[in-house]
């Protein structure tokens, strides 16, 4: 009798003998996997998307671009001719945000990308009001994340979240949809 070196079991002779009768006919086989010396390629129309992704974001959201909001403070936005009331609306939690995006552990290119998604996003689903959690961290992001959506021409406002929402570390923004004739009735 031998011991199975995997458990406490001892493999009888009889057992060995039979799988040794079931892999009788079996051989061994050369690796033959493949490496590419370069990366596949992209389809175009993935590659477009890509790249219409990045111009969008690079467009919308620069980093010289300073506006003129106190990021130090209590975020609070409101685009000329909107509604100075939807600042004081988002500050009561008044909206309830549709989605939420966590920028936790993003750097701010990569943060720049995830906010022009999901704006896009809300765009295409309607939804009117996103919450964006940048958190506190070394508040690199803290101050970017306001200055990037003051520049997109689709947020209408944005204030700091409601702690339900993430209080300081968070911001809610409000999308300007396109009416459609459902609507304006």
């Not at 070196?5 to 050369?30: E, T």
């Amino acid at each position: 009798m031998k011991k199975d070196p995997h458990s406490n079991n001892l493999i009888s002779p009889d057992d060995i003998d039979l799988f040794r009768q079931s892999i009788s006919g079996a051989r061994v086989f050369k690796q033959d996997t493949h490496r590419f010396s370069n990366k596949p390629k992209v389809s175009q129309a993935k590659q477009f998307a890509q790249q219409k992704k990045q111009q969008q974001s690079e467009f919308f959201f620069s980093d010289e671009y300073v506006p003129d909001i106190d990021t130090h403070g209590t975020v609070n936005y409101v685009q000329q001719g909107q509604d100075r009331f939807l600042a004081k609306q988002l500050r009561r939690g008044d909206f309830i945000p549709d989605l939420t995006l966590d920028l936790h552990g993003l750097n701010k290119e990569v943060a720049k990308d995830e906010l022009a998604g999901l704006i896009h996003e809300c765009k295409k689903k309607h939804y009117y009001c996103a919450c964006v959690v940048h958190g506190i961290g070394g508040h690199i992001l803290r101050h970017k994340v306001p200055q990037y959506l003051v520049q997109h021409p689709d947020v209408i406002a944005m204030h700091q979240a409601p702690l339900e929402y993430g209080g300081k570390g968070a911001v809610l923004i409000l999308i300007n949809l396109p009416q459609s004739d459902e609507f304006r009735r």
